[in-house]
């Protein structure tokens, strides 16, 4: 009911003008947003590298249909691989994670235009030296979110894709990338899907993710591990260690203010950990959907609502 609510909440303009006013609104958006500016972002990745830890750019927004904005969004990210450079900021400790939505992927031309657009982000991003993950949307995107990444790594071979565990499919997607020796963040998966393509009971997913980490671990690829999950990150941790990847054959990878604890913790133990740092205008609904999926969360919102 209450998930239900913020959910709701998230996606109402009148409701995120009362909220966007709160006092504590500005703490909470800190804590899991890395800023509304690129500038604000970079500041953020800086400080986490600086800590031994790396970081991921996801600037916020999707589902774009009009073909200017999308190239808009494609210019913001082009901008935002040049301004990394400029600062000095590059290597594999930097990454964009591209939501090809954002770059027109379901407007009519969409699938060609995803494709140029996102062949100009990565043309930029490898030009100033930091990786590209290709983030993934709903079962409906999958196949054009791959037939995409494998047309990039052509050109790109670093580039990276989601897989979500959740998927009935994926098993058999994590077989094809692990032999094809690519970077694959494995996830979850955060959309609401039918039966038909998708598990539906949450130790089921579990399992799935379990199984599709044996296959990537037993792959040439790189996994990188997305979750916050103590019993997956062990499992992983114990996989790699099992098939001899090193520390620097695989990583972690958290949200920012998502268990912020135990991303140090890895850092400091000497694994790979990323941090995903959503960033932009566009903040409001993403802090809902982090605050509608744990109560916890929804308890910090109280006690700043209640301390202000
Ligand atoms: P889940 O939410 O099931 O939690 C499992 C356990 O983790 C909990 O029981 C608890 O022990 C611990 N935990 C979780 N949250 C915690 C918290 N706030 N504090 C303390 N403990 C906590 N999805 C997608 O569909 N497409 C995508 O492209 C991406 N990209 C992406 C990138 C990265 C870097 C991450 C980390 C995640 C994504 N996701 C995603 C989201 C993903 O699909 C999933 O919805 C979330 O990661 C939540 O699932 P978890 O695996 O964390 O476990």
């Known amino acids: 009911m209450l998930r239900r609510t913020l959910l709701f909440a998230s996606r109402d303009e009148r409701v995120r003008g009362v909220v966007e006013t709160l006092p504590p609104t500005r703490s909470l958006v ?3 947003v890395a800023g509304e500016t690129d500038e604000q972002a970079v500041h953020v990745a800086a400080g986490l590298v600086a800590q031994g830890l790396r970081a991921t750019f996801n600037s916020l927004g999707e589902y774009v249909e009009d073909p200017a904005r999308a190239a808009t969004t494609r210019d913001g990210f082009v901008a935002l691989a040049q301004r990394l450079a400029d600062s000095g900021l590059t290597g594999p400790a930097y990454e964009l994670s591209i939501k090809l939505s954002a770059l027109g992927q379901l407007a009519g031309d969409g699938h060609a235009r995803a494709l140029d657009h996102a062949q100009v982000v990565c043309a930029a991003a490898d030009k100033a030296g930091v990786l590209v993950t290709l983030d993934m949307e709903d079962h409906t995107t999958t196949d054009s979110t791959l037939a995409i990444a494998d047309a990039l790594r052509r050109d ?15 098993p058999a997607d994590c ?11 494995l996830v979850k998966g955060a959309y609401r899907e039918p ?14 993710y379990v199984r599709c980490l044996r296959e990537l671990f037993r792959g040439t ?25 090193g520390q620097d054959g695989f990583e972690f990878q958290m949200l920012l203010g998502v268990r912020g604890d135990e991303q140090r913790r890895l850092a400091a133990a000497g694994y790979g950990m990323r941090v995903y740092l959503p960033f932009g205008p566009q903040w409001y609904g993403y802090l809902m959907r982090r605050l509608a999926e ?12 209640a301390a202000a």
Do not use: K
Not at 157 to 170: D, H, K, Y
Not at 175 to 185: E, I
Not at 195 to 208: E, F, G, P, T
């Open 156 to 170: 790109f071979p670093s580039v990276g894709v989601v897989l979500q565990a959740a998927l009935r499919r994926t």
């Open 175 to 185: 077989a094809d990338l692990a032999r094809a020796g690519a970077r694959v963040r």
């Open 294 to 305: 744990r109560p916890a969360n929804l308890l910090f919102l109280l006690r700043a609502l």
């Open 221 to 245: 690829g790189y996994p990188m591990v997305a979750t916050h999950d103590p019993r997956l990150v062990a499992i992983a941790a114990h996989l790699a260690d099992r098939h001899g990847r």
């Open 195 to 208: 039966s038909s393509v998708a598990l539906q009971r949450r130790s089921d997913v579990d399992l799935a």
């Open 30 to 32: 800190t804590r899991f």
